[in-house]
């Protein structure tokens, strides 16, 4: 039965009441079409099953968006050891590879678009070919083979070599202590040199030298007859927590080669990553293929002062936005 | 008590028996941080509890009371002692056989659905029976609501006593007898939570409003409908503070300086880390719109687009008049002498405005404004109601024989996406988002908060059946130790784990993904050695608790 109530223009106008109804249709188009869109894990385990053979020494494998890493993990993990996981730039690889979702790109790419593209189901797998990487040393990776001295009036006391238990476990605890270190001073256990993996103020994990300064005077890493190449790269900060309220002093980093300083750092709290250059070879004369490497970290007050650095000699820099 | 009033009650009573059994029925949630300090409180009250019909008077004592109430004392006990009588009751007729969480979480869950009855009955007196339903109804259908009305804690149970605090300051502006039930609600709120505090101050410009309306009423058209004495206020002073002390035995001694250490306690209350739009919120200034634009990505966008709209038409009636005359005429309507909208709208605004002060912590999320719930679901039950008007008047057929249809479906439809969020959500409440953030992967994507208080390890219990056959230890990052053995004995986790405090003591290690929890992440793989979980934890897509195993005691479990 027909009804006639009202007139052609009062219903036009009660029209508009009836939008709320379409915003709860749309919401679940939505949200059905949300749930049919979540990318499954045997995307992820496909795209690196095609990866694994043609993966390589100096490949990078990255998450985009970066909060999808721990899936990429779990799903390419062989692939991606503790550096390339805690890699924060593209210095040392060659390649660069993003398991890609909801169409993110990643962050370290570069701006120009992927030189290969393949798609599994709803994950792209993007490559970037970077040419090759300018890092000639990698000091991270040489931690453990670092001469480590802790200076006291003048004196250099020799640090040692030890396994000792791991520690820093949990929220608030900063980076890992592992068990391998150079440990400088058993009273103060803090005071070592070793590889870890460090929190920065971005919250982003970043592969690392521990080096946690003692007092005006330094604590010396050196590393003995390595290629000098043309230039030193070091990345600095101290643990998130330590740095974020912006309450305590300044550090200092001096990188010496052959005993010359080349580049040094004043890092003050709220910085963040602090990323130097110095050049390794001398200005004018012979080049010198070989030298040592010296990194000094001093701090006037130096509680929490949880310094971890990263340090590379390179070569010339690479343009990573050419095209290959 | 009127025919309408107690069919009111009984519909009221009808959608809370109705939720309740949804929530029993849904409690295979893994138990939450702040749970795990309750439940552990809770114990300490039970025992005391069961030693006071031996000897009263030495249960009483300062000696007695101090050791059980010393626990958790920064939180009143009104609730945690709920917990404890029905621990007591369970221990005594064994109700929650085989879901020993079930005994802390029941009284809450009872009064997450006594909330609905009493949202139905103040929508019901307000705007009218159906979208008083509707109300109740998408109140304990939104996603945050519905999880946080599983918990042993106290975020529901102070939206229960906040709202019928204000129900019955509501009443009591005609009927001087109900000041009496607002001073007693007011005293069980502030023995709930410290977020009753500020009621008095919200009332205060309500009764401020509502008497300068009632006395220029008067003036113009006589009669006298609303008492200008604020007995509310006097109820509130004298049995608020008398509940208040009287049910906590820890203020029984000492008071004064309990009570300021309680006020000081939340007054200068630490920051947590909280993740908004990337940025990790540690200190404050905290950004104003937070809670706006939390509320904007958990509430179904179909319940805010229904209350934004009655807040629009309705605003004659809570405006102050010069701005209503910037507002179009139409917008104009009848003042009731009780300026009820002042009032619903004050409710609904105040605590989200609490939180937007750049000084306020911002840890909880949504649990710290699920009040303003209960008001914005009101409005949004008028609205639905002049949807379900418009409907009747566009069709063309006639509905006589089922009139009931027109109002029904209309209703169904806007709560459904209420419905699929909710039913989706679960159990992972807290990580959930709506259409506002285009869902879960959408937050993530905008670098909003993930989850907090560590309850996702609940979810992880088929993976370690399968990894941990014959026990083992795991380190259990953010879960609290009480929580993890809940969990256990819920049967959530095989009974033979247990927790371990560092990573060479655990066969398995698990991080929550919460921004400021990556240095987690990393300790486990330096440790481990290696970066690759065994195990993710997903919602939506998107990460939310990863497990890796410890490569050292591998050999223990193959």
Known sequence: ?324 | MKRGESLDHLIGFSIAVAYVTLLVGTSDLGMTRDEGMYVAAANQYATWMQSVPDDFHAAISEERVRTPFAVNHEHPVLVKGLFALSVIADRKWHVFEGHPSLAYRFPAMVLAGLTLWLTYIFGARTFGRQPGVFAALALGLLPHFFFHAHLACFDVPIVFFLTLTTYCYFRSLKDWYWSIATGLSFGLALATKHNAWVLPGIFLIHFVWAASIEIAQRKRVGGKRLSLTPWWLLGMAVLGPLLFVGLWPWLWYQTIPRIEEYVAFHVHHEYYNMAYFGVNYFRPPFPVSYPFVMLYMTVPLTIIALAVWALVSRAGTYLPWPLVKLTTERSRQRRDRRATDVLLVGSMLAPIVMIALPSTPIFGGTKHWLVAYVFLCLYAGYAAQRVARAVRDQLTFDFRGRPYLVRVLPAALLLAPCFAETWHSHPFGLAHYTYGAGGTPGAADYGMNRQFWGYTTGSLGPFFRRHLRDGGSVYICDTHGTAFDMMRRDGLLPEGIRAAWTLEDADYAIVHHEHHFAEVDAQIWVQYGSAKPAFVLLHDGVPLVSVYENPARRSFHR
């Not at chain 1, 990487?133 to 070599?161: H, K, N, Y």
């Open chain 1, 1 to 324: 039965m027909e009804k006639d109530r009202l007139d052609p223009a009062t219903r036009f106008l009660g029209l508009v009441f009836l939008v709320p109804l379409c915003f709860a249709l749309v919401e679940l188009v939505f949200h059905c079409t949300l749930r049919a869109r979540v990318v499954p894990a045997r995307d992820f385990e496909a795209a690196a099953a095609w990866l694994r053979p043609h993966h390589r020494a100096r490949d990078l494998i990255v998450a985009a968006p970066s909060w999808a890493d721990p899936r990429v993990r779990a799903a390419a993990g062989a692939m991606i050891d503790l550096d390339d996981a805690g890699a924060t730039d593209l210095d040392r690889y060659d390649r660069l590879w993003s398991f890609s979702i909801r169409g993110h790109r990643a962050e370290l790419a570069p701006n120009r678009p992927p030189d290969a593209v393949k798609r599994f189901g709803r994950v792209r797998l993007e490559r970037w070919d970077l040419g090759p990487s300018p890092v000639i040393v990698d000091l991270v990776d040489r931690a453990l083979d670092a001469e480590v001295s802790l200076f006291e009036r003048g004196v250099a006391t020799p640090c040692q070599r030890v396994t000792a238990e791991a520690r820093n476990v949990g929220l608030g605890a900063g980076a890992a202590w592992p068990r391998e270190r150079i440990l400088c001073a058993g009273e103060r256990p803090w005071l070592f040199v070793a590889k870890t993996v460090n929190e920065d103020l971005d919250l982003k994990l970043r592969r690392c030298v521990w080096q946690h300064p003692q007092g005006r005077e330094p604590i010396r890493a050196t590393f003995r007859d390595i290629p000098l190449g043309e230039r030193v790269v070091l990345i600095a900060d101290v643990y998130s927590e330590h740095e974020r309220m912006q309450e305590r002093g300044p550090f200092q980093i001096r990188v010496l080669v052959d005993g010359q300083e080349v580049a040094t750092m004043v890092h003050e709290d709220g910085q963040g990553r602090v990323r130097i250059e110095g050049l390794t070879q001398p200005p004018s004369g012979p080049r010198k293929p070989r030298g040592d490497v010296s990194i000094d970290v001093t701090a006037s007050a130096p509680d929490l002062r949880t310094v971890c650095w990263s340090a590379t000699i390179q070569g010339p820099p690479r343009d990573l936005e050419a095209a290959r």
